[in-house]
């Protein structure tokens, strides 16, 4: 069984960055596509990015894009989302996904094939 762990959460002004990390272990890494959720306060959780096994294909929320970026190591087992030009709507719990897949794509994400982090917390301040 796969386990993960997000870390690179925290308190930030608008138009600042971070970066946050998604690590993985457990299993054989470069099986999983991966990808970012956020949920903000009384909102559903929402899909952020994804990211192929290879890392080949990416997908981007259409509120990230240009902002955001996905990006993963698996020679570390790890996954990144680097986060620019941070805005408050940006403020949520992060939640980092992995899920094996058959090919070299990015699927849709589900719970029932999925594997949850625990979640990190970014808070952009006006």
């Known amino acids: 069984q796969v386990q993960v762990v997000e870390s690179g959460g925290g308190l930030v002004q608008a138009g600042g960055s971070l970066r946050l990390s998604c690590a993985a272990s457990g299993r054989t890494f470069d099986n999983y596509a991966m990808g970012w959720f956020r949920q903000a306060l009384g909102k559903e959780r929402d899909i952020v990015a994804g990211?192929?096994?290879?890392?080949?294909?990416?997908y981007y929320a259409d509120s990230v894009k240009g902002r955001f970026t996905i990006s993963r190591d698996n020679a570390k087992n790890t996954m990144y989302l680097q986060m620019n030009s941070l805005k408050p709507e940006d403020t949520a719990i992060y939640y980092c996904i992995v899920q094996q897949v058959s090919g070299d794509y990015v699927p849709r994400f589900t719970t029932a094939f999925g594997t949850w982090g625990q979640g990190t917390q970014v808070t952009v301040s006006s």
């Open positions: 990211i192929s096994r290879s890392g080949g294909s990416t």
